[in-house]
């Protein structure tokens, strides 16, 4: 039987959630890249930070022991210099809201760096947590006065041991608030970043792997490229089973140990043991025993396949109760086993799908 690495040749991947989460590696990541390198399916790293260089994110990729080399590291400051070069003649002034990594990044696509708004004809925005209100507020003044505007990625939040901070979408939303505009978006979902690592590597088959179906697997679909979510960051399985037609993935896996394993095991669908049965609008029943992410990938079938929307789910029996436990779609118990969870989703008709 082939699996996921059999049917790609390059694997691009999301990395805080997806392959780390902060120091510490994803149980079983760094084996799972090391496997696919062996057999000959090449990782590049996608990131939509802007903030470190390539050579900075490989080397801690490669502190934690993953096969990371600057050249395998795309980062949205890249796709935003790109974007730039594409539209601005050769030497043109930019004025750059981020880090030196964003200027560097600018610089050696051929343009220059403005010091301030008058001198600048594009604006170019990625996080720096020393962003502050002067930086706004000069970048305002040139886009009000007509200035392309990049922002690298529109990320509300970004991962932090101290919890969800705020990201460079939260600064561009300063900037939106204040001047009206909208910016061209080069991280995920937008899919300028994934297609330049694409092209960089000349795939014919890549995959997208993420841990967040708003950058990830949206950036995947919208690149026209099948997803493989991980249920190790941020998404879980309510949002999964929840999601609209635009974030759902093409297959579910518990961690990237799911390479290993077909297409068919891991894309919503019928599967044994597992039966998911309409029991009033906007109400599932499951019952059976089993892997809890077998039970959400016929969840997320029957669900999507009848519109999504709100959506209750209960538990009939031990192993179903236990399977929405370990999924976290549990709310309580009725004292006969069963188990409930409402995520946001659509009304279904009645009847029953194994």
């Given at each position: 039987m082939t699996d996921l690495l059999d049917d790609h040749d390059v694997l691009l991947a999301d990395l805080d959630g997806t392959l780390y989460r902060g120091a510490v590696a994803v149980p079983g990541?760094?084996?799972?890249?090391?496997?696919?390198a062996k057999r000959g399916v090449r990782t590049v790293y996608v990131t939509n930070n802007a903030s470190r260089r390539p050579s900075e994110v490989a080397e801690h990729l490669r502190e934690l022991g993953f096969l990371a080399t600057d050249v395998d590291v795309a980062t949205s400051s890249q796709a935003a210099?790109?974007?730039?070069?594409?539209?601005?003649?050769?030497g043109a002034p930019v004025y750059v809201v981020g880090t030196a990594a964003l200027v560097e990044e600018v610089t050696a696509v051929g343009l220059t760096i403005a010091a301030r708004a008058g001198d600048a004809v594009a604006v170019v925005q990625g996080h720096s947590p020393d962003t502050g209100w002067k930086q706004l507020a000069e970048a305002s003044i040139a886009l009000r006065a007509g200035a392309l505007?990049?922002?690298c990625n529109t990320d509300r939040t970004l991962p932090t041991e101290r919890g969800p901070l705020p990201g460079n979408g939260s600064m561009v939303a300063a900037l939106r608030a204040a001047t009206d505009l909208e910016p061209q978006v080069a991280g995920k979902p937008a899919p300028a970043l994934v297609n330049a690592a694409v092209k960089r590597t000349g795939a014919q088959r890549p995959l997208m792997i993420?841990?967040?179906?708003?950058t990830d697997i949206e950036g995947?679909?919208?690149?026209?490229?099948?997803s493989l979510l991980v249920l190790t960051g941020i998404s879980g399985a309510a949002e999964v089973l929840s999601a609209p037609a635009a974030l759902r993935p093409d297959y579910i896996g518990a961690d990237l140990g799911a390479l290993e394993r077909s297409a068919a095991e891991l894309a919503p669908g019928p599967r044994d043991g597992w039966t998911v049965t309409f029991v009033g609008a906007g109400a599932l029943r499951v019952a059976g025993d089993g892997d809890p992410i077998d039970a959400l990938r016929v969840l997320c079938h029957v669900h999507w396949a009848a519109g999504g929307g709100p959506v209750t789910v209960t538990a009939e029996?031990?192993?179903?109760?236990?399977a929405l436990s370990a999924l976290?779609?549990?709310?309580?118990a009725d004292g006969a086993g069963a188990s409930s969870a409402t995520v946001a989703g659509a009304t279904t008709p009645p009847g029953a799908h194994p």
């Open positions: 990541a760094v084996d799972a890249v090391a496997s696919a210099a790109a974007m730039l070069a594409e539209q601005l003649p050769a505007w990049v922002a993420g841990d967040r179906l708003d995947g679909r919208t690149a026209g490229m099948p029996g031990p192993g179903a109760a236990a976290g779609l549990d709310h309580g």
